[in-house]
């Protein structure tokens, strides 16, 4: 196993260093590399990561089910009603408003987006049921 010895002043790396460019004719040949590189307080001294992928395996090899397609545009739906209802200055205080009361409950959404996504998400589930 190959050993990555990093710089001092990097303290993580996460993510993909290289990436498969698919629209290339040479695709098949190329790899996408993976780093993953972490300080903790460990008793494994071996904190680092590299991984190779090659492009078989991000080809999709099954068929996308209508399920699939349904849960697609449902997410496209909902993303954009979020981002519209964000940028609608009517709606923003009492949007801002009816979060804050709600954050601190037991079941309440911490964050604007969130809470934005789950009116959004209740509003086209009760519109498309």
Same mark, same amino acid.
């Given at each position: 196993?190959?050993?990555? /010895? #990093?710089?001092?002043?990097? *303290?993580?790396?996460? %993510?993909?260093?290289? *990436?498969?460019? *698919?629209?290339?004719?040479?695709? %098949?040949? +190329?790899?996408?590399?993976?780093?993953?590189?972490? &300080?903790? /307080?460990?008793?494994?001294?071996?904190? @680092? =990561?590299?991984?190779?992928? %090659?492009?078989?395996?991000?080809?999709?090899?099954?068929?996308?089910?209508?399920? /699939?397609?349904?849960?697609? @545009? =449902?997410?496209?739906? &909902? @993303?954009?009603? &979020?981002?519209? =209802?964000?940028?609608?200055?009517? =709606? &923003?205080?009492?949007?801002?408003?009816?979060?804050?009361?709600?954050?601190? +409950?037991?079941? %309440? *959404?911490?964050?604007?987006?969130?809470?934005? #996504?789950?009116?959004?998400?209740?509003?086209?589930?009760?519109?498309?049921?």
């Amino acid at each position: 196993m190959a050993k990555v /010895e #990093w710089a001092d002043a990097i *303290k993580t790396v996460s %993510g993909a260093l290289t *990436k498969i460019n *698919k629209k290339s004719q040479h695709a %098949g040949d +190329q790899k996408m590399i993976l780093a993953t590189h972490r &300080v903790a /307080e460990t008793t494994n001294p071996d904190c @680092s =990561r590299i991984y190779m992928r %090659g492009l078989s395996s991000v080809t999709r090899s099954t068929p996308v089910l209508a399920d /699939e397609l349904k849960r697609r @545009s =449902r997410f496209a739906a &909902v @993303s954009a009603a &979020v981002a519209e =209802r964000a940028q609608d200055l009517s =709606r &923003v205080a009492n949007d801002t408003a009816a979060f804050k009361a709600q954050k601190d +409950q037991p079941n %309440g *959404k911490k964050t604007m987006k969130a809470y934005l #996504w789950s009116l959004e998400l209740a509003t086209y589930d009760a519109n498309h049921a």
